[in-house]
């Protein structure tokens, strides 16, 4: 357990940046616990392996991030108090409240999980949460929010409670605290709020990934992806309609659905080029075949997902993308896209 100082503001993204990293790196090592910030001011919690938390702590002290590193606790203990890694913040967007691992300890009346059990750890959490050192500095959502955002965070609540089949403005409105003309004003029709809100919800989620492209590959960032969506079955059920609303041009928002879908394979298809040019995928790998196999998987996983009960998404986009890349290092019997002049390497 410890505390620490930022050296400098962190923004919104950059903290959401640091969750989603963080949980990916955490969680493969078998590292649970929080890192709440407030203000300038940092507490961590680590648990799990005496060498991996000793060896995690001390990337944190040299993290140029940090200032004033202090040791609170360094014991052991016979059960963890945290089932996973979360992050605790104070965000202006309310929308980095959906981020997969963010913790609401600050929210007003926010008791703290019970699962933390009455430990040191729960004792902590609940002093820094209340120290006069580390002010409130974010205003409530409700100031921060615009109606506009207001009803699209009203669209996310009413589909985690009903889903898209029982979707309408009314429940919308209802949800949002507005009146049903406030939120025609800005969404005339559900199509239209649901369009907004596929697109607002997705780069919340995706944002914070977006840099394991460049740093890990293609492949990495469609499985962070998919474990991030995952933790949403609200926002999976919610792609897979605005997918079958895309087959129907003359629907509300299905160009909207169209071009954001070639956007992503486009984003695919780029990562795959990199990839190859940094050395992490074979120079036999077409990355146009490569992003639509790719999507092919990670689309049909998600549709799987929302049919069976017993689909692990991200255990089988990790076997299914093992063996695609094994062929990715067979030649194909076509020119590959390698050997084809492109106009920026002339």
Known sequence: M????????????????????????????????????KGDNCLGILEGDDDVVRARFEQVRIDPRHTNVRVLADESVAQRSFPDWSMAFQPLDPLMQ?????????????????????????????????????????QTAAEEEGPRTRAVNGAITALHDGGVTRFTLDVAAEHAGMTLEAVRQFFPTDRALLAATVERWTQVISAPLVPLISEKGTVAYLHALMAAHAEEPALMELLAYSLAS???????????????YRRFREAIHEGLIVDVRAGREPVTMD????AKQLLALYDGLRLQALLTADTDVVMEFDRAATRMRRGWSEQYEQPSYWDIPVASDR
């Open 98 to 138: 959906q981020v997969p691992g963010f913790s609401d300890l600050f929210s007003s009346g926010q008791p703290i999980d019970p699962a933390v059990g009455l430990t040191r750890a729960r004792g902590l959490l609940e002093w820094f949460r209340k120290h006069p050192l580390a002010p409130l500095t974010s």
């Open 287 to 290: 990355p146009v075949r490569g």
């Open 246 to 260: 895309a087959s129907d041009p003359s629907l509300d928002g299905a160009d909207y659905y169209r071009s954001a």
């Open 2 to 37: 410890y505390t620490s100082t930022q050296t400098r503001p962190i923004t919104d993204t950059e903290l959401a940046q640091i969750l989603a990293v963080g949980r990916e790196k955490n969680t493969a090592l078998g590292v649970t616990g929080i890192l709440a910030h």
